[in-house]
């Protein structure tokens, strides 16, 4: 295990349309969090998971974003009905306690056309 | 309201000379500071935590201060490929158990 993986890499898709991906954290990390970040932003917080339970979700995440980690393993974002305001890196980040770095994925580039 | 302000947006360097990074920070009850190097169209690589003030931490040209209210990233003697935005993020108790809040980056340019 090298680090956290995310998949696809890069997805375009047409406004209005569904979209999900993947987070593969570090394998011995019980945390999970996701982020979505714009260009000339730093990372913009939108929710977190310990183990399965989600414990915490942004204001700013509304109802078409919804998160799961079953199991505790990996983990899924799911956009429902696009829009173009959703185009952004999501980045997928794991770490093993509170109050210790987490460490980031490569992200996965959003483009809502 | 926990807040991250990064100074300055943008810097450029000459090779070889040295400056500081600013990131003041407000929250209630700070478990950790961190930074972060991020390159273009790639996820944030991980660098330092200071956890209280008066910690310092160095990794080759890059030093890391925390005080009671701000951190610096001092860069020695930067090289081309220090170039990328570097990310301040800091762990408060009071905005939940363990949400992680960024600014929104300093980006450093080091010219040949």
């Known amino acids: 295990d090298t680090g956290v993986s995310q998949n696809p890499r890069h997805k375009i898709t047409k406004r209005g349309q569904n979209v999900t991906f993947r987070c593969d954290p570090i394998s011995e990390h019980n945390r999970l969090y996701w982020y979505r970040q714009t260009l000339g932003q730093g990372p913009e917080f939108l929710t977190y998971f310990q183990n399965e339970a989600q414990l915490e979700k942004s204001r700013l995440l509304s109802d078409r974003f919804s998160a799961e980690r079953p199991k505790g393993s990996f983990s899924t974002l799911e956009i429902q009905r696009t829009e173009q305001g959703d185009s952004a890196m999501y980045l997928c980040?794991?770490?093993?306690?509170?109050?210790?770095?987490?460490?980031f994925g490569q992200g996965t580039r959003l483009t809502v056309v | 309201e926990d807040q991250v302000t990064q100074s300055p947006e943008a810097l450029r360097l000459q090779e070889g000379e040295s400056s500081s990074l600013n990131c003041s920070y407000t929250v209630s009850g700070l478990r950790g500071l961190f930074w972060y190097r991020q390159d273009p169209g790639k996820g944030p690589e991980f660098l330092f935590t200071l956890y209280s003030a008066g910690e310092e931490k160095e990794k080759e040209r890059l030093k890391a201060t925390l005080t009671k209210k701000e951190s610096f990233l001092h860069i020695t003697a930067p090289k081309p490929e220090d170039s990328a935005t570097y990310l301040c993020a800091v762990q408060a108790p009071a905005s939940s158990a363990s949400k992680i809040i960024f600014g929104s980056g300093t980006r450093l340019s080091i010219r040949p």
């Open positions: 980040a794991s770490s093993s306690q509170v109050a210790t770095e987490a460490f």
